[in-house]
């Protein structure tokens, strides 16, 4: 990132050409390059129309413009937004009269929210589900970005960070000052309890990441069995497509093909993979090899099985629906198989999509969207949970030890929310985002 004090400019809003275009501006100089490109500033959060010029005062164009004075602004700096209409070439003269001003730079990627996240805007849980709310594609990735963009993930891990911050104090107050005749002897031995329960629900917390994580990433079906099959031709029915190749060759699939699904608001992933065989062919083993892989991290496993050879389904570990495929063939039994269908008819594909929804909806059922979504979070989780573990096992020993548990464990939540000692996460978290944001 560049110096924090420059004045940083950038187009905001989506893909041009578009009705509309915003253009952001941020920084010490904001109001004053409004002044050299609209004339004036206008009142603060109140739109004007106003006439935008270049560097020789010929219209740019007529723009609705925005301030927000700092610190009551996105970055906590003075803001200016201009609304203009959105075409390439409008876009392109506004951008170039911005570069033209002394004391403006254009805005690396994430570098508004990162000026917001150090001026106290917000944190980086917060920082995080915007960028979650720009991808979102489900209605459930909405929600769950926007209860983190909200700050409730926040405020559960600051109550947590209090709760062992006031353990400490009270172990702390037992050691400092046990001369003194008001206080009383052992009295940290009454917050125990607590620090036991705040760890329980971590841990229950960090229990529900792979709930966030199907939520966020996506619920992950692997479609898996012998070559022919029929799992290319169910992708494509499923995804309605031709995503995958469909011959009569075996071994057609390779490699993994992957397609998303928006199922009733939910995301999912699902996974066409190499057809399980024995082969001598290096790159069909191969295939199989990560096949194998994939059928390991399945939230749920797809197993099919040509009903005209009369073999069963292959039973995996884990969540599997076993499905009887090529059924408008006649010659299968139902009772095989959990499901007959037909890809080339589509009977059964409905039933079948029901039956993956719930699935998905009864490993869902209850979940809080107060959830940890990304592997920082999750192990900082962790890490707060083995300090606490750490002063639990120290408690009957010398005070100090428990004492510098629980702050390191208050000190690991902190880094969650970016509250201590984050310094060389910004980077990494805030290039994600795109430019603009």
């Not at 010490?28 to 560097?55: H, N, W, Y």
């Not at 723009?63 to 009551?72: D, E, K, R, T």
């Given at each position: 990132m560049s110096a924090a004090g420059d004045t940083i400019y950038a187009l905001s809003s989506g893909a041009?050409?578009?009705?509309?275009?915003?253009?952001?501006?941020?920084?010490?100089?904001?109001?004053?390059?409004?002044?050299?490109?609209?004339?004036?500033?206008?009142?603060?959060?109140?739109?004007?129309?106003?006439?935008?010029?270049?560097?020789?005062?010929?219209?740019?164009?007529?723009?609705?413009?925005?301030?927000?004075?700092?610190?009551?602004?996105?970055?906590?700096?003075?803001?200016?937004?201009?609304?203009?209409?959105?075409?390439?070439?409008?876009?392109?003269?506004?951008?170039?009269?911005?570069?033209?001003?002394?004391?403006?730079?254009?805005?690396?990627?994430?570098?508004f929210t990162r000026r917001a996240f150090e001026n106290g805007k917000i944190d980086l849980v917060e920082a995080e589900g915007l960028a979650d709310m720009i991808a979102a594609e489900t209605e459930m990735q909405r929600r769950l970005a926007l209860e983190?963009?909200?700050?409730?993930?926040?405020?559960?891990?600051?109550?947590?960070?209090?709760?062992?911050?006031?353990?400490?104090?009270?172990?702390?107050?037992?050691?400092?000052?046990?001369?003194?005749?008001?206080?009383?002897?052992?009295v940290s031995a009454t917050i125990w309890a607590d620090v036991e329960d705040v760890a329980g629900r971590i841990e229950k917390h960090i229990a529900g990441s792979r709930t966030g994580e199907i939520i966020r990433d996506g619920y992950r079906v692997v479609i898996a069995g012998p070559p022919n099959a029929g799992k290319s031709s169910l992708l494509n029915a499923l995804a309605r497509r031709d995503v995958a190749i469909v011959t009569d060759v075996a071994g057609t699939t390779r490699d993994v093909l992957e397609v998303y699904l928006d199922l009733d608001g939910y995301a999912v992933r699902l996974c066409d993979t190499a057809g399980l065989r024995e082969s001598d062919d290096i790159v069909e083993a191969e295939g199989m090899r990560r096949a194998r892989a994939l059928l390991e991290n399945a939230d749920l496993i797809l197993s099919l099985s040509d009903i005209q050879t009369g073999d069963a389904a292959e039973r995996f570990d884990g969540e599997c629906l076993r499905i009887g495929t090529k059924a408008d063939g006649g010659n299968g039994s139902e009772a095989e198989f959990d499901l007959l269908i037909s890809s080339r008819t589509g009977a059964g594909i409905d039933r079948l999509v029901a039956m993956i929804k719930a699935r998905l909806e009864a490993r869902l059922t209850g979940a809080s969207l107060s959830l940890p979504v990304r592997d920082r979070q999750v192990g900082y989780l962790r890490e707060t949970l083995g300090h606490i573990e750490a002063a639990l096992v120290a408690r009957d020993r010398s005070p100090e030890l428990p004492a510098e548990s629980l702050r390191r464990a208050a000190s690991a939540l902190g880094r969650i929310t970016g509250r201590v000692d984050v310094e060389d996460l910004l980077d990494v978290i805030f290039s994600s985002f795109c430019v603009g944001k």
């Open positions: 041009l050409p578009s009705g509309v275009a915003v253009v952001r501006v941020s920084g010490q100089e904001a109001f004053s390059c409004c002044r050299a490109i609209a004339g004036d500033v206008p009142e603060p959060r109140k739109a004007r129309l106003m006439t935008l010029v270049d560097g020789e005062g010929l219209p740019i164009d007529t723009a609705l413009v925005l301030a927000f004075q700092g610190p009551s602004s996105f970055t906590g700096e003075d803001c200016i937004e201009f609304q203009l209409h959105g075409g390439r070439a409008v876009v392109r003269a506004i951008l170039d009269r911005l570069s033209a001003l002394p004391g403006l730079r254009h805005a690396e990627a994430g570098e983190q963009a909200g700050g409730g993930l926040s405020e559960l891990y600051e109550g947590w960070a209090r709760e062992l911050t006031h353990a400490r104090a009270m172990i702390e107050a037992e050691l400092d000052f046990s001369d003194e005749d008001d206080i009383p002897g052992s």
